[in-house]
T-cell receptor, first 115, second 117 residues
Framework: DARVTQTPRHKVTEMGQEVTMRCQPILGHNTVFWYRQTMMQGLELLAYFRNRAPLDDSGMPKDRFSAEMPDATLATLKIQPSEPRDSAVYFC?????????????FGPGTRLTVL | AQKVTQAQTEISVVEKEDVTLDCVYETRDTTYYLFWYKQPPSGELVFLIRRNSFDEQNEISGRYSWNFQKSTSSFNFTITASQVVDSAVYFCALSEITQGGSEKLVFGKGTKLTVNP
């Protein structure tokens, strides 16, 4: 049963610290998405990769967030410096882009708390 | 821009009752996809169904069924004979293709379903 994995599952850090979240997409999938979930905003797309290339990061605060895919099995989302308003659950999802709108399979999420 | 509205914020039912979760969407695209995801208390998002805009046939999967009506821009989800394990937040989502050619899901705010024993 192939699944998207994310680490860490929980992260508590202090304001100003760097946070790195990792995602391993389902083997064979060629699209990766990063979403953020908060009570106020719900689920929002932060970044989108296809074949490891970033196609859309318009939802991401550019000054402090960065997303990369060093290889096909690893995607990272980094926040530097972190702020209390970044506290949220961050989900990674992967899919297989064949036509329009491939189904996105979500990982378990990383719950981030910035004090 | 795309928009998904789930007007029911919370629903509470007693086990074995049927329950329908509403989803209304807005889009200018002629081709689009609709999804339902389940988020149980453990927090993960579980894919339930994907439906494209050209297929208006209703779908049934066990106790779950979906009613897609293009005329009213609705994609409602019914759980028959609900069970306690169905307690979760359910999200309806709509695909959006951005100008850059990428895609994303636009999610509704979710409906929290509580099934009481």
């Amino acid at each position: 049963d192939a699944r998207v994995t994310q680490t860490p599952r929980h992260k508590v850090t202090e304001m100003g610290q760097e946070v790195t979240m990792r995602c391993q997409p389902i083997l064979g999938h060629n699209t990766v998405f990063w979403y953020r979930q908060t009570m106020m905003q719900g689920l929002e797309l932060l970044a989108y990769f296809r074949n490891r290339a970033p196609l859309d990061d318009s939802g991401m605060p550019k000054d402090r967030f960065s997303a990369e895919m060093p290889d096909a099995t690893l995607a990272t989302l980094k926040i530097q410096p972190s702020e209390p308003r970044d506290s949220a659950v961050y989900f990674c999802a992967s899919g297989l882009a064949i036509g329009l709108a491939d189904t996105q399979y979500f990982g378990p999420g990383t719950r981030l708390t910035v004090l | 821009a795309q928009k998904v509205t789930q007007a029911q914020t919370e629903i509470s039912v007693v086990e074995k009752e049927d329950v329908t979760l509403d989803c209304v969407y807005e889009t200018r695209d002629t081709t689009y996809y609709l999804f339902w995801y389940k988020q149980p208390p453990s927090g993960e998002l579980v894919f339930l169904i994907r439906r494209n805009s050209f297929d208006e046939q209703n779908e049934i999967s066990g106790r779950y069924s979906w009613n897609f009506q293009k005329s009213t821009s609705s994609f409602n989800f019914t759980i028959t004979a609900s069970q306690v394990v169905d307690s979760a937040v359910y999200f309806c989502a709509l695909s959006e293709i951005t100008q850059g050619g990428s895609e994303k899901l636009v999610f509704g705010k979710g409906t929290k379903l509580t099934v009481n024993p």
